[in-house]
């Protein structure tokens, strides 16, 4: 039941942690809302496309160099050995007013080598996790998704990591936050975005005004795209940095 509430629990560790002191001055000016590292995480989508057909095959992926660069100070950092572990949702809206999980209507696929977990709610949606295989300085996460049924789907993605964080359960995160690298002074948050092209949100304003309301509890807001402030409300959840990607599948 928590997850789909989990990236506000996140954001509002976050503000907590802004509070505590460092072990160790940091040389950076930070620069987004607070002193934080805020990772960027690359989700391609392939094709990427707002329309897509029934039969069509989705494949979604984040692979990234192990130099990843920090939004926070704007500096890239070299992070080797990090467990990053995808999690994404996946939201079928039928006319603004009842949804589904498009991972239940529709054939996901993930390789083994992913060790993902694919869990079911009965009152939200379906969500799997993964792990990425980290080889020759690259993490990489892949999976495929067969399109089966027509309707507008929300599409998105973030890291376990964000989830333990936000629900108590920060000791899981006991191999990730043992990794240090040079330069490593803040708390960070892993931001997943999209990067092969547009997020297409505007044009499903409705949809998301909708899991805004019946799913977040009026926490979500997008930071960079005026158009959504005033729907979407001035909540904690930041679509831009958890992978939210809007598309229609037709017959």
């Known amino acids: 039941m928590k997850y789909p509430f989990f990236l506000f629990f996140t954001m509002i560790l ?48 984040t692979i990234f160099s192990d130099s990843i660069y920090d939004m926070g100070t704007r500096h890239t950092f070299k992070i080797q050995n990090f467990p990053f572990k995808p999690l994404s949702l996946l939201y079928r ?14 054939k996901l696929t993930i390789d083994s080598i992913y060790q993902s977990k694919y869990k079911y709610s009965t009152i939200y949606t379906d969500l799997y996790t993964a792990k990425t295989v980290y080889k020759d300085n690259v993490y990489k996460f892949e999976s495929e998704l067969i399109l089966k049924e027509p309707g507008k789907y929300i599409f998105l993605m973030s890291d376990l990591y964000q989830e333990y964080n936000g629900s108590g ?63 979407l409300g001035d909540g904690v959840l930041q679509i831009e940095f958890n992978g939210y990607y809007g598309f229609e599948v037709v017959e």
Not at 95 to 105: K, L, P, Q, V
């Open 14 to 61: 976050g503000l907590f942690s802004c509070i505590k002191e460092n072990v160790k001055p940091c040389p950076y000016d930070y620069t987004l809302y607070l002193p934080n590292h805020f990772l960027r995480i690359p989700v391609t989508i392939s094709p990427h496309k707002m329309v897509y057909k029934v039969g069509d095959t989705m494949r979604i992926s």
């Open 93 to 106: 809206i039928t006319s603004g007013t009842t949804h589904d999980s498009g991972y239940r209507i529709n």
């Open 169 to 231: 359960n920060s000791d899981l995160n006991a191999e990730a936050d043992a990794i240090t690298f040079d330069g490593k002074c803040y708390e960070y948050y892993l931001c997943y975005m999209i990067d092969s092209g547009d997020t297409h949100l505007k044009s499903f304003q409705n949809e998301l005004i909708y899991l805004d309301k019946n799913v977040y509890m009026d926490k979500l807001v997008s930071r960079e795209n005026h158009d959504f402030s005033a729907p």
